[in-house]
């Protein structure tokens, strides 16, 4: 079954400091991947997502992703963070042919001044 | 960019009333509306997804007796929760997809969400 996880709950950073956020999937064939943003009682945003082609994805507000197929890893990085990044971030995925998006448990994001 | 409004943002309502929350894509016809369900500190689950003019289709495992979803335009889908009970409060969030069958390639754009607190 498909399914995504993001094995960090809670990642607490320095401003200023580099990012990754870990997604693993699991599906048998190309998956449709997502990275969204969740600012406190929002709706999401979509930060990036890879369908095909260009492994390394780049995204709004400074962000980027990396589809690894080796490692069903399409984690989420951003070379310096700003205090207004701290948020839930969730990362997605969906079949080639349907509609309905997997969201994996999200990421608490919380950065240090 | 496409925008989809929710109302209520929050409600607060009595155990056994009915709640109706209101989801419409602002600038954009919406074909494929889906509605999420999002406990506390925890991950989106897909309730249902629906098309316009057809009834929506359920996720294994949610009521579609309790969670009465209408779809009746290209702008406007209703979720009802009926007979609330405490066990229902959570956040809902929906998303619209301007694509004939909200297929992958099209973007989901998601509500700011509803909160809902059944007392």
């Known amino acids: 079954a498909q399914s995504v996880t993001q094995p960090d709950i809670h990642i607490t950073v320095s401003e200023g400091a580099s990012l990754e956020l870990r997604c693993n999937y699991s599906y048998g064939a190309t998956p449709y991947l997502f990275w969204y943003v969740q600012s406190p009682g929002q709706g999401l945003q979509l930060l990036l997502k890879?369908?095909?082609?260009?492994?390394l994805v780049q995204g709004i507000k400074g962000f980027e992703a990396e589809f690894k197929r080796s490692q069903s890893s399409f984690n989420l990085r951003k070379p310096s963070v700003h205090w207004s990044d701290a948020a839930e971030y969730f990362c997605?995925?969906?079949?080639?042919?349907?509609?309905?998006?997997?969201f994996g448990s999200g990421t608490r994001l919380s950065i240090r001044p | 960019g496409a925008v989809v409004s929710q109302h209520p943002s929050r409600v607060i309502c009595k155990s056994g009333t009915s709640v109706k929350i209101e989801c419409r894509s602002l600038?954009?016809?919406?074909?494929?509306m889906f509605w999420y369900r999002q406990f506390p500190k925890q991950s989106l689950m897909l309730m249902a997804t629906s098309n316009e003019g057809s009834k929506a289709t359920y996720e294994q495992g949610v009521e579609k007796d309790k969670f009465l979803i209408n779809h009746a335009s290209l702008t406007l889908s209703t979720l009802t929760v009926t007979s609330a009970h405490p066990e229902d409060s959570s956040f809902y969030i929906c998303?619209?997809?301007?694509?004939?069958?909200?297929?992958?390639?099209?973007?989901?754009?998601f509500g700011p969400g509803t909160r809902l607190t059944v007392l």
């Open positions: 600038d954009f016809q919406a074909t494929t």
């Open positions: 998303s619209a997809s301007p694509g004939l069958a909200g297929g992958v390639g099209d973007t989901q754009y």
């Open positions: 890879y369908f095909s082609g260009d492994t």
């Open positions: 997605a995925s969906s079949y080639h042919s349907a509609s309905k998006i997997i």
